[in-house]
């Protein structure tokens, strides 16, 4: 079974600019995860898809990220304008939900950002 | 509302010797509780769950967790800590809104 994949693995971009981040889940994962890990501290959760629709982004800065699972598969995450504080390894996550017993998360491998 | 605390932001042991995390959580709900481990440069993996089963939870590599429900807490434990072992350690609680809270986590330091 392959895993999540995420791309790129790494981006650097200077303030101001604009990035994007695509993650595909593991096939048949209804639930799709975003997370902001900055140096340090444990991953934060941006937005949780369920199938195409958002189950929470109250941790999204709505101001300048964005996240869409328009089919129902595949995500991507913006950013528009980057500042320097996010910089951080975004984690792109996948699970089935189709019973308690398969709530657990997949991990991507994350992209790495450094805003100069 | 939910919450996760990870007692210890740095845990040290020497090799062979006993490994304690500790992890307390905060749920309205019947939680699930995970642990992650994540190794420098590498991604997350699970290590084990607690989903309303066993309340002794056995994971990979050695590693188990017991829920306690009285103290709020789910600990993990290794009897014997390889150098392997050395990462940083996530808890992670779920209760009714199906929303995952990760903990700060805890650096796991062996000695030879």
């Known amino acids: 079974e392959a895993g999540v994949a995420q791309s790129p693995r790494y981006k650097i971009i200077e303030k101001r600019q604009s990035v994007a981040f695509w993650c595909n889940p593991i096939s048949g994962h209804a639930t799709l995860y975003w997370y902001q890990q900055i140096l340090g501290q444990g991953p934060k959760l941006l937005i949780q898809f369920q199938n195409n629709g958002v189950v929470d982004d109250s941790q999204l800065p709505k101001d300048r990220f964005s996240a869409e699972r328009l089919k129902g598969v595949d995500s991507t995450l913006k950013i528009q304008p980057a500042k320097l504080e996010d910089s951080a390894v975004y984690l792109c996550?996948?699970?089935?939900?189709?019973?308690?017993?398969?709530?657990?998360?997949?991990f991507g491998p994350g992209t790495r950002l450094t805003v100069l | 509302a939910q919450s996760v605390t990870q007692l210890d932001s740095h845990v040290s042991v020497s090799e062979g010797t006993p490994v304690l995390l500790r992890c307390n959580y905060s749920?309205?709900?019947?939680?699930?509780l995970f642990w992650y481990v994540q190794h420098p440069n590498k991604g997350l993996q699970l290590l084990l769950k607690y989903t309303s089963a066993a309340t002794l939870v056995k994971g990979i590599n050695g590693f188990e967790a017991e829920f306690k429900k009285s103290e709020t807490s789910f600990h993990l434990t290794k009897p014997s800590a390889h150098m392997s072992d050395a990462a940083e350690y996530f808890c992670v609680v779920r209760g009714g809104s199906y929303i995952p809270t990760f903990g700060r986590g805890t650096s796991l330091i062996v000695h030879p």
């Open positions: 749920s309205s709900y019947s939680p699930s």
């Open positions: 996550a996948s699970s089935r939900e189709d019973s308690p017993d398969y709530n657990e998360q997949f």
